[in-house]
């Protein structure tokens, strides 16, 4: 499960945001999962729980905005949803388009600091 190894990386870099930000610890974690990125949001939400264990982010619960993949047709400017398995041909012109505009995130969209007690 690869999802462990990503909540691992996104607790410690949340981690440093917080304290760049001057904040010991967090409550909150977005992240932004694109629909081709590999992650399965449910076991990213459960291995962010075991990885958040005895960290800054212990008390944090994890967001995931699921973002659809979007392709750009160059010919028609036309943008188009890819779906599953990824398709790149335009449903307009129906022809091929290698510019995938959205999809494949796979970052931190923000954090929200625990208040302070």
Not at 22 to 41: F, H, I, M, N, W
């Amino acid at each position: 499960m690869h999802e462990l190894s990503i909540a691992t990386a996104i607790v410690e870099r949340a981690g440093e945001l917080a304290r760049a930000d001057g904040t010991d610890a967090v409550s909150k974690v977005t992240v932004r999962v694109g629909e081709l990125a590999g992650v399965v949001p449910d076991a990213l939400d459960f291995a962010f729980e075991v990885a958040r264990d005895g960290t800054s982010l212990a008390g944090a619960r994890l967001v995931v905005e699921q973002i659809p993949a979007q392709a750009w047709c160059g010919a028609c400017a036309e943008e188009f949803a890819v779906g599953l398995p990824p398709f790149f041909w335009c449903p307009r012109c129906e022809k091929p388009s290698s510019d995938l505009r959205s999809g494949r995130e796979l970052e931190i969209a923000g954090i929200e600091p625990a208040p302070a007690q």
